[in-house]
């Protein structure tokens, strides 16, 4: 059986994944502050709302902004009316957005995008000794955005934070570990590169080859794509 794609939105991250974001799984997006995981985010929603879909956006940071939505899309309006937004401020009000999206999604809503899910789990971590606890309850959450992207074949966006070891500096990390890695089946890490440049490296793809990459420029418009002998070319 054909696994269907949803466009995200550019046609360079769309050619890195072979047609779009896989529609029945939990596709994870994972980097520093400021590398565009938002960007890649309103990308798909406003290439989802021209579609006449409805995207259910879970905003735990605040993060989305309507007039970076303005700069790349002229017709914000028509996007802003197809999107619902969902901005728990507790770890427990996130658990019960996802309980209550298990049973409201319908074949209307086209894309189900958690920016971020690291923000109220850390906030969490901070002040419960439950360590375990936490972590049970974090998977049990990615659990009920898996069987929603299975069950109704809608694409499930995650954004989440990263940090560093101290003995393994180099070594890139994301916050909630396995839980995330083993929940999510398409891992897609976002660096910053010289030049204000970015890349994007899919570290996991249950189709395509790992460590395939592209590098890009976030623009007014949304994003451009960096050959890196001949200067820019937009896509």
Same mark, same amino acid.
């Given at each position: 059986?054909?696994?269907?794609?949803?466009?995200?939105?550019?046609?360079?991250?769309?050619?890195?994944?072979?047609?779009?974001?896989?529609?029945?799984?939990?596709?994870?997006?994972?980097?520093?502050?400021?590398?565009?995981?938002?960007?890649?985010?309103?990308?798909?929603?406003?290439?989802?709302?021209?579609?006449?879909?409805?995207?259910?956006?879970?905003?735990?940071?605040?993060?989305?902004?309507?007039?970076?939505?303005?700069?790349?899309?002229?017709?914000?309006?028509?996007?802003?009316?197809?999107?619902?937004?969902?901005?728990?401020?507790?770890?427990?009000?996130?658990?019960?957005?996802?309980?209550?999206?298990?049973?409201?999604?319908?074949?209307?809503?086209?894309?189900?995008?958690?920016?971020?899910?690291?923000?109220?789990?850390?906030?969490?971590?901070?002040? =419960?000794?439950?360590?375990?606890?936490?972590n049970r309850e974090l998977g049990k959450q990615i659990a009920y955005l898996a069987e929603i992207a299975a069950k109704h074949g809608i694409p499930v966006l995650v954004?989440?934070?990263?940090?560093?070891?101290?003995?393994?500096?180099?070594?890139?990390?994301?916050?909630?570990?396995?839980?995330l890695k083993y929940g999510s089946k398409c891992l897609i890490e976002l660096q910053i590169t010289p030049y204000n440049n970015r890349r994007a490296i899919l570290k996991?793809?249950?189709?395509?080859?790992?460590? =395939?990459?592209?590098?890009?420029?976030?623009?007014?418009?949304?994003?451009?794509?960096?050959?890196?002998?001949?200067?820019?070319?937009?896509?």
């Amino acid at each position: 059986m054909e696994t269907q794609k949803t466009p995200t939105g550019s046609r360079i991250l769309d050619k890195m994944l072979n047609g779009g974001y896989d529609s029945d799984i939990i596709t994870t997006i994972y980097g520093p502050a400021g590398s565009g995981k938002t960007v890649l985010c309103m990308l798909c929603a406003i290439n989802i709302a021209r579609q006449n879909k409805k995207i259910v956006y879970v905003d735990t940071e605040s993060g989305f902004s309507l007039e970076r939505l303005k700069q790349i899309a002229l017709d914000y309006k028509k996007i802003l009316d197809n999107i619902i937004f969902l901005r728990p401020v507790s770890f427990d009000d996130q658990k019960k957005v996802f309980e209550k999206l298990r049973n409201l999604v319908n074949d209307k809503i086209g894309l189900i995008v958690i920016d971020t899910i690291a923000m109220l789990y850390r906030l969490e971590l901070g002040k =419960n000794d439950d360590v375990y606890e936490v972590n049970r309850e974090l998977g049990k959450q990615i659990a009920y955005l898996a069987e929603i992207a299975a069950k109704h074949g809608i694409p499930v966006l995650v954004t989440n934070h990263v940090y560093s070891d101290f003995g393994e500096k180099n070594k890139v990390n994301i916050v909630g570990g396995d839980i995330l890695k083993y929940g999510s089946k398409c891992l897609i890490e976002l660096q910053i590169t010289p030049y204000n440049n970015r890349r994007a490296i899919l570290k996991k793809h249950r189709s395509i080859a790992d460590e =395939n990459r592209i590098t890009f420029k976030i623009v007014q418009g949304g994003i451009i794509g960096v050959k890196e002998t001949r200067g820019f070319k937009l896509f």
